[in-house]
C-alpha cells in the first residue's frame, strides 16, 4: 500500500539514531517508540512495503502526534518528518479510521473555529458565564466533567468574553503616526479576534507608531491554518482564497484602501502564520505582498527612533515600575510553529529586550511544546494536558514575572494551565508589553 501524495525517499534518511525522542511532545507524555517521530517513520516504511495496514490502531499513533516539527530542528540527518506528517494527515481523515464519535466532534470543530461569526453567535450565551463565579463553581464543583473529556477541554480553555470579542471595531486603513516608514496588512485571525482581541489593538497601535500604515480588510475570515494542521486541504483551500480575497477587494485601483501596494501581510499569531507563509503550495497562489509574522517585520524594519525613546519602564504586580535594581523578568515561551516552523526565535526576544528594565529567562525545554497544538488540546485532551502542566511548571520555574508567547493556542493552553502551577504568572503577547510600554507603562502587564 502507497499513501498518496508521500514524497518519494523522504523517509529514506532516517537511520532511527533517536536524536528525536528526547524533543517529542506525543514520546513525553505516552513514551511508547510508535508515538515518536522514528516510530512513525517506520511503521511508514511498512505501509509502503505493504508490510502494515494503516488501520484504526495504527492511524491513532499519528494522530497522536501535534505536529510542532520539534524533531526536524534535533534531526542530525535532515529528515523532512514536517513533510512526511503533512503528507500523511489527509490519508488519517478516512472514515475508517476513526469513531463517529470523533469524526462528529472534528466537523464540530471545522464548521465553527474557522468562522468568525459562527463562533460568536455560538459563544454569546456564554459571555454571562465566562469569567464569574458560576464558572469558578462548575469547575471547582466538577460540574463540567458530566460534559466529558473533549467538550470539558473546551470549556476549560474558555477565557472571560469582552464586548470586543464580539464586534471588529477597526477602520480599513488606519493610518501611521508621523512619517510613513511601510504599508502593511494585517490579519486578525479567526480564535485571537475573540478569545484575546487586546493583542490585535496592541498591534496596530504599535504598527502605526512605529511610522507603519496598517490595512484592514474588514470581511476577512480564518486563514486555514486549524484545517491545514489536520489535513483538511479543501476547506484549508477554501479559507486561504477566501482571506486573500478579502485582501484583494480593499487593496488596488478604486478599492478602499487605495492602489499603492502593501509590503507585507502581517499576523500576531504564529500558527496562522506557519500556513500562510505556505499558500502557494496549499492553495495554488498567494499573497501579492510577502507573508510575516509582526516580530518578524517590526525586528526586521527596526523600530522607529520616536518609539523607542517613547518606550517606559514595565511595572511590578506590586504597583512600582521596573528598575535596574529590580528588572522586570520575562519567560517567553517558543510557540513551536515560530520556532520550529518558520525558524524565528531571536526577533522576538530582541524586541522585548528593547523594553527599559526587562530580563529573559530561559525555560528549560523552551523546544518542547505546550500541547496546544492547533485542535490537539481538544482531541487529544489527556495528552495536551499533560504537556500544559509541564509547560507552565517550566515557565513559572524560571522565576520570571511574566510569561510571554506569541501564539493565540499557547497563550490559552499555558494560561488555563498556569492555574495548576505552583507559582501561577500572567501571560502577555509581546505585542501587548511593546504596547504598554510606550503607553509609559500604566497597568500591570498581562
Known sequence: MSLPGLPAGATDPCVHCGFCLPTCASYRVLGTEMDSPRGRIHALKAIEAGELELDATVASHFDSCLGCFACVTACPSGVRYDQLIEATRPQLNAPELRTPAQRTFRKLLFSLLPYPKRLRAALAPLRAYTGTPLQALARRRGLTRLLGPQLEAMEQLLPPLSPEAFRDAFPAVVPAQGERRARVGLVLGCVQRLFDPAVNAAAIRVLTANGIEVVIPPAQGCCGA???????????????????????????????????????????????????????????????????????????????EPFKRGLQPLHHADGSPASAERPLQLAYHDACHMLHGQGIGQEPRALLRSIPYVELREASEAGVCCGSAGIYNLVQPEEAAALGRIKADDLSGTGADLAVSANIGCSLQIRRHMQEAARPIPVAHPMQLLDQSYGNGQGRPG
Open 226 to 304: 486549524v484545517t491545514h494542521h489536520q489535513g483538511e486541504r479543501d476547506q484549508t483551500r477554501q479559507l486561504a482564497q477566501a482571506l486573500m480575497a478579502s485582501f484583494e477587494a480593499v487593496v488596488g485601483p478604486g478599492k478602499a484602501a487605495g492602489a499603492e501596494p502593501l509590503d507585507a501581510v502581517l499576523v500576531a499569531a504564529s500558527g496562522c502564520g506557519h500556513t500562510m507563509k505556505a499558500y502557494s503550495q496549499l492553495a495554488g497562489s498567494s499573497f501579492a505582498a510577502p507573508v510575516a509574522d509582526i516580530q518578524e517585520f517590526l525586528h526586521n524594519l527596526g523600530l522607529s
